[in-house]
């Protein structure tokens, strides 16, 4: 229930967003105040076909079946798990607060922007941290003392929500807690009822507002800047891009974009494309060639290391129009029923280790995806590295890295009977 509730989100709050626009409201991402252009009704068409996508793929393609055959799959040691997660979760809150200088952002000295660009070549470590190792461990720690039947607010459950909040406040991002907390909301309120959900949602709202005013907010409403944030910059970038669309503007090539999936270094190797030349630079990134689109310089792109939230939206609309938009809607229903399937076949069948990995992916891969657009954030080799290595995290945590016992899974199956 809960994962449906973040999937609903992502297209309600750039719908709302859109409408406000249209409404008249300032476009923070486009430096212009809104008009109507057409662009809430066909966002709405667009989230009303993914949707109908991913209830006909679950229903008649095996699709929703995903995740049914559980491997590796053993009962694992609470205490063990504890001890573990510390010994990994430690080493890496010490690493962003004092190697990366992630103590500096939480003390303001140094700015969010500033930090995260001058990360250098710890980059990629510090992004598998904070994006797929700090919060899978927690939800995998959290997941398996739940199924268990034991107490939750234990000192070594406290420590790692302690070391995953330094963490994510050491990049500075306002919403970082929340997201780095979100694959344990998932796991653990996977069945919960719509009316649980109110005091998470609350709580959350909370988290934010102290990362406002901790990284980002120094005068005005703090309300009226969160409420912006949260729908007005999902959708504006969607609604410049649709209003240029209809004014028959040309955009730079889609494809050039899949070109960076291998990562950069292997695009810079093959294409000669640098950040030393921000236009072609920005024009192979999605994320920071629509933000380019709707206004951005490509120099202060690359200098601020901005970018907007496009939405899959306009991902479809860049790659082929309308006949774009219906293909990327059916592949987003697509995407959201796999993982959907996948987590509940997994949670039901208690294998926490490929629950947890999922649903980070959830989160960072799939949500990350639908919000900013861009098909990287699906396929990116970095996203494939932080499964593989976070699976295999998980492995040795549980204890089912032992040979004999994993083996013996592989040859007797668990199989979740489903309907």
């Known amino acids: 229930m809960v994962l449906r509730f973040i999937l609903a989100a992502t297209f309600f709050c750039p719908l709302v967003g859109i409408i406000m626009v249209e409404q008249g409201a ?38 929703g079946r995903l995740g049914q055959q559980s491997f590796f799959n053993m009962p694992p ?22 190697v990366m200088g992630g103590i500096h952002t939480i003390a303001g000295s140094v700015g969010s922007g ?15 941290v ?21 107490r939750l607010w234990s000192v070594d459950v406290l420590v790692v929500a302690v070391c995953v909040a330094l963490i994510a406040l050491s990049f500075g991002y306002k919403a970082g807690i929340v997201i780095a907390f979100l694959p344990v909301v998932i796991i653990f309120f996977w069945s919960a009822r719509w009316l649980t959900l109110v005091p998470v949602v ?37 609604w410049s891009l649709w209003g240029q669309y209809r004014l028959g503007v040309d955009f730079p090539p889609y494809v050039d974009t899949l070109l960076t999936i291998p990562g950069d270094r292997f695009f810079t190797m093959v294409t000669g ?11 192979a990134h999605f994320s920071l060639l629509a933000t380019h689109l709707a206004g951005f310089p490509a120099e202060e792109i690359i200098r601020q290391g901005h970018n907007g939230s496009a939405h899959v939206f306009s991902e ?104």
């Not at 797929?132 to 739940?146: C, E, K, N, Q, W």
Request: a positive charge.
């Open 26 to 63: 300032f476009s923070g991402s486009t430096w212009t105040s809104g008009y109507a252009n057409g662009a809430a009704p066909a966002f709405a068409c667009f989230g009303a076909l993914a949707f109908l996508a991913a209830f006909l793929l679950a229903r008649f393609t095996p699709l």
């Open 77 to 98: 040691d609470t205490r063990q798990v504890g001890r573990r997660v510390l010994v990994l979760l430690v080493p890496m809150t010490l690493f962003a607060l004092f």
């Open 114 to 128: 500033e930090f995260r660009i001058s990360m250098g070549g710890l980059g990629p470590v510090g992004y598998l």
């Open 130 to 150: 904070i994006k797929y190792y700090a919060p899978g461990l927690m939800a995998y720690l959290i997941a398996v003392r739940h199924a268990a039947g034991q």
């Open 202 to 238: 609350v709580g959350g709202a909370a988290l934010i507002a102290i990362g406002y005013l901790q990284f980002g907010w120094q005068r005005g409403n703090l309300v009226e800047a969160m409420v912006n944030r949260l729908f007005v910059l999902q959708g504006d970038i969607a």
């Open 273 to 283: 494309i640098s950040r030393a030349q921000p236009l072609e630079w920005v024009q």
């Open 316 to 419: 479809g609309l860049l790659a082929g129009g309308i006949v774009g938009l219906g293909m990327f809607a059916v592949l987003c229903g697509a995407v959201m029923v796999a993982i959907h399937a996948f987590l509940d076949n997994k949670i039901g069948a208690r294998n926490y280790v490929m629950a947890t990995t999922a649903a980070a992916y959830a989160i960072v891969g799939v949500m990350a995806w639908i919000i900013g657009g861009g098909l990287a954030e699906l396929l990116h080799i970095s996203a494939i590295t932080g499964l593989i290595t976070l699976w295999l995290m998980l492995i040795w945590v549980s204890g089912e890295w032992i040979i004999f016992g994993a083996l013996a899974n592989r040859r007797f199956p668990y199989r979740r009977e489903v309907g």
